[in-house]
């Protein structure tokens, strides 16, 4: 998430379209010496970044999605949201952590997470999602949201 929020600090400032921004290499030694101080400077300038006047009607530069590849502000906010909500997730129940998002969250968030197509492109290597399971057809909340992103619910690391 330290790299996503420098690509999406920097698309929302006009420059996103620099690969080099959005390249996890660039970040490792900075991680390496301070995983929290780096992540939490990175996650303040993406927050910056986001409160510009122009932020939501600005057009954001999302190389990962293909060459040329842009997103208004608004929806490209909403893809960053969608990712820390689903990250949040995979990181508590990789350290076996509860996750108790507010409803208002998950409100927001159910809607924009609904709105990611699946297909066969999910299938690929790299995709941002696996193909939507079929679930419960009662799930919901952020249960539905990982279903249709491709994450079981009851999915449990491996413990060595």
């Given at each position: 998430?330290?790299?996503?929020?420098?690509?999406?600090?920097?698309?929302?400032?006009?420059?996103?379209?620099?690969?080099?921004?959005?390249?996890?290499?660039?970040?490792?030694?900075?991680?390496?010496?301070?995983?929290?101080?780096?992540?939490?400077?990175?996650?303040?300038?993406?927050?910056?970044?986001?409160?510009?006047?122009?932020?939501?009607?600005?057009?954001?530069?999302?190389?990962?999605?293909?060459?040329?590849?842009?997103?208004p502000g608004e929806m490209a906010i909403g893809f960053h949201f969608v990712d820390y909500v689903v990250h949040a997730w995979d990181v508590a129940r990789t350290i076996g952590a509860?996750?108790?998002?507010?409803?208002?969250?998950?409100?927001?968030?159910?809607?924009?997470?609904?709105?990611?197509?699946?297909?066969?492109?999910?299938?690929?290597?790299?995709?941002?999602?696996?193909?939507?399971?079929?679930?419960?057809?009662?799930?919901?909340?952020?249960?539905?949201?990982?279903?249709?992103?491709?994450?079981?619910?009851?999915?449990?690391?491996?413990?060595?």
């Open positions: 998430m330290t790299v996503q929020n420098h690509g999406f600090a920097a698309s929302a400032r006009g420059h996103g379209a620099d690969l080099a921004v959005w390249d996890a290499a660039s970040v490792v030694d900075a991680v390496s010496r301070d995983p929290a101080g780096t992540y939490a400077t990175a996650a303040a300038d993406v927050l910056e970044a986001f409160a510009a006047d122009d932020a939501l009607t600005a057009s954001f530069a999302l190389p990962e999605f293909g060459p040329g590849a842009t997103a509860p996750l108790d998002l507010p409803d208002d969250v998950i409100a927001a968030v159910l809607p924009l997470a609904l709105a990611v197509a699946d297909g066969e492109f999910r299938a690929a290597e790299g995709a941002p999602f696996r193909p939507a399971i079929d679930g419960d057809d009662s799930a919901a909340g952020l249960e539905r949201i990982l279903l249709h992103l491709g994450r079981s619910p009851a999915w449990e690391p491996t413990r060595v």
